[in-house]
């Protein structure tokens, strides 16, 4: 069975990243992840992103870049992660009870989902240099 693809957005602002802690379901409710959500049939994993952070967030973003790897979530989806940038305005979590910006070296101190943590490393090297 193929895998359907999950994505996530690492929203790149001032050298932090953003992180959403969840609510639902109740062994995920209290953990944070980067926003996203599962990709739909006949959409780019890019609109998708687009449209989850824009539902979940109230915020319009732009893809940059993905970062290597995925990351799989239980036996039937698989995370990919892409770097954004907000185009305006701030977050406004609907399906998230909080949202926090972290910088490098506050990554560590919130209680990633599973999925997510394969990605810090590379991201917390990448907002190392943006805060420069």
């Not at 990919?80 to 909080?98: K, L, M, Q, S, Y």
């Not at 560590?108 to 943006?130: N, Y």
Request: aromatic share 4%.
């Amino acid at each position: 069975m193929e895998r359907r693809v999950v994505v996530g957005a690492a929203i790149v602002r001032d050298g932090r990243v953003l992180a959403a802690r969840r609510t639902a379901p109740a062994a995920a409710a209290g953990r944070w992840e980067l926003p996203g959500g599962k990709v739909e049939p006949g959409e780019t994993d890019d609109a998708s992103l687009v449209r989850e952070v824009r539902e979940e967030l109230g915020l319009r973003i732009t893809v940059e870049r993905w970062l290597e790897g995925e990351a799989p979530i239980g036996e039937t989806h698989l995370l990919r992660v892409a770097v954004a940038t907000a185009d305006d305005g701030e977050p406004v979590p609907t399906e998230h009870d909080a949202v926090r910006w972290l910088g490098a070296d506050e990554l560590g101190e919130v209680d990633w989902l599973e999925p997510d943590r394969p990605f810090l490393a590379e991201l917390s090297a990448l907002i190392s240099t943006l805060e420069r």
